[in-house]
């Protein structure tokens, strides 16, 4: 048996619960009609240990961006909506998307889900989730 | 009769053909996604005040990063997108983000002026408001009925 190096990042990226949301929701055939779009997301570690996810939610309000901590699980949610009548005929091409997203991911138990700190600029919102002290890495002195 | 409509159903296709022209130069080349290149999604519209507007979303840009210019009735919009700096590839664990170039154009209907064109860039969306000429407003014509 080889011993593999448990990276708890790996776990964030792989135990995506959008995909079994996505699974269960094909499956029940519950999500199909609903608007929805998925805005795309990049987590990155940075140096100071920390995990970067940044979402592009161009042009929503900073108001109707919610984002919520349950049970290490963390939910982004949002709705926008187009600014004319996409029913009508006002419109002459329409690429964007519009309706409600939830993306949600499992963050590994070293983050420190009380110090998630969020900003929005220039259409990007940029959580910053910083690691428990006692996670990063330390030396152990070996004692004679 | 030629209604606005149509001239704006040009613009689109014309728009879709200039893609399709770039897309087949890119196939003959090189691959697309190995040059960075995505394309942003666009929608056009008109609102009450007779005026086009493009929006194009781009999040994520620094303003003197995106090139807008208008020559011969063709709008292009270019772009250009770096991926946060310092950041090893090895420490990302998911990228869905594009980054790299973009470049789209559009043939503008002559409908427009192209002289008072306007552009904002404001939470990740690129606004491009272009009035739309008064002469080519519908208005009305009176006829004077004898009798």
Not at chain 2, 59 to 84: H, K, S, Y
Not at chain 2, 89 to 97: F, G, K, P, V
Request: charged share 30%; glycine share 6%; with cysteine.
């Amino acid at each position: 048996m080889t011993l593999v190096r448990w990276n708890p990042a790996r776990e964030l990226a792989t135990m995506e619960v959008d995909r079994l949301q996505q699974m269960f929701g094909d499956w029940l055939g519950g999500t199909a009609t609903a608007r929805t779009w998925t805005p795309a997301v990049d987590i990155f570690e940075n140096d100071s240990r920390e995990y970067v996810i940044k979402a592009e939610l161009p042009e929503l309000k900073r108001e109707d961006i919610q984002i919520s901590v349950e049970n290490n699980v963390l939910t982004l949610k949002g709705e926008r909506t187009a600014e004319f009548n996409t029913a009508g005929d006002g419109y002459h091409r329409i690429e964007r998307q519009y309706g409600s997203f939830s993306r949600a991911f499992v963050l590994p138990n070293t983050v420190d889900t009380n110090a998630i700190s969020a900003a929005y600029k220039d259409g990007v919102l940029t959580l910053r989730i910083p690691q428990r002290e006692d996670a990063k890495p330390r030396q152990i002195q070996v004692q004679e | 009769m030629t209604s606005q409509w149509d001239l704006m159903r040009e613009l689109a296709t014309m728009q879709d053909r200039m893609n399709r022209l770039w897309g087949t130069m890119h196939d003959r080349g090189e691959d697309v996604t190995a040059r960075g290149g995505w394309q942003p999604p666009v929608d056009i519209f008109e609102t009450e005040d007779k005026e086009v507007v493009l929006k194009a979303e781009l999040p994520g840009l620094a303003r003197e990063d995106i090139d807008l210019t208008v020559e011969n009735n063709t709008l292009t919009v270019r772009a250009e997108r770096r991926r946060d700096d310092g950041v090893a590839a090895e420490r990302y664990h998911r990228t869905e983000r594009i980054f790299g170039t973009c470049s789209r154009s559009f043939t503008l209907p002559n409908t427009v002026d192209a002289s008072r064109v306007k552009a904002e860039y404001r939470d990740g969306v690129l606004s491009i408001r272009l009035p739309v000429r008064d002469e080519a407003k519908p208005r009305q014509i009176h006829v004077d009925v004898a009798g």
